[in-house]
């Protein structure tokens, strides 16, 4: 599968370990995933996630960047910017979410497969799916199915 790999996915893959269950065992399934599943499938990210990986402490930021560092980068093409729009207008994401909406404007114009995310708050949300999905098709484009590592390797044979 072609799969974009949004920013929260280097952050999990390389944080220092956690002391909350939840976000322990999301950091978990990122480092297995990204350990023995991504090697089946075609990578991608984007600039916009680089910057996004680069803030913070400068070590942690390292680590994010290395972490990419093969992973080719999609080009945000004018269609992806004004699908970033359109979605940022329709309501379905708050305006301060443009760098969400342009992730998801990103995978639907290059149409992956995947778009991999910890963002259940913007991105792998059920709860706003269904009405991405119905926009970016009146747009002329395909929603990727969003989820999370999680979600992908458990749906994955062995």
């Given at each position: 599968?072609?799969?974009?790999?949004?920013?929260?996915?280097?952050?999990?893959?390389?944080?220092?370990?956690?002391?909350?269950?939840?976000?322990?065992?999301?950091?978990?399934?990122?480092?297995?995933?990204?350990?023995?599943?991504?090697a089946a499938h075609e990578l991608f990210t984007s600039q916009v996630v680089l910057d996004e990986i680069a803030v913070g402490e400068p070590a942690m930021a390292r680590l994010r960047l290395e972490s990419l560092q093969t992973v080719p980068l999609l080009p945000v093409t004018e269609e992806a910017k004004d699908l970033a729009r359109?979605?940022?207008?329709?309501?379905?994401?708050?305006?301060?979410?443009?760098?969400?909406?342009?992730?998801?404007?990103?995978?639907?114009?290059?149409?992956?497969?995947?778009?991999?995310?910890?963002?259940?708050?913007?991105?792998?949300?059920?709860?706003?799916?269904?009405?991405?999905?119905?926009?970016?098709?009146?747009?002329?484009?395909?929603?990727?199915?969003?989820?999370?590592?999680?979600?992908?390797?458990?749906?994955?044979?062995?």
């Amino acid at each position: 599968m072609r799969i974009y790999i949004e920013s929260t996915i280097p952050s999990y893959l390389v944080a220092r370990p956690a002391r909350d269950l939840i976000q322990a065992a999301r950091q978990q399934l990122t480092k297995d995933w990204w350990e023995f599943k991504r090697a089946a499938h075609e990578l991608f990210t984007s600039q916009v996630v680089l910057d996004e990986i680069a803030v913070g402490e400068p070590a942690m930021a390292r680590l994010r960047l290395e972490s990419l560092q093969t992973v080719p980068l999609l080009p945000v093409t004018e269609e992806a910017k004004d699908l970033a729009r359109k979605i940022l207008d329709s309501g379905l994401l708050p305006t301060t979410a443009d760098r969400d909406a342009v992730h998801i404007a990103l995978a639907s114009a290059y149409n992956l497969d995947i778009l991999l995310s910890w963002n259940c708050r913007h991105i792998a949300n059920a709860a706003i799916q269904a009405r991405l999905r119905r926009l970016v098709g009146a747009n002329g484009f395909e929603l990727p199915v969003i989820c999370t590592p999680e979600e992908l390797m458990n749906n994955e044979n062995d």
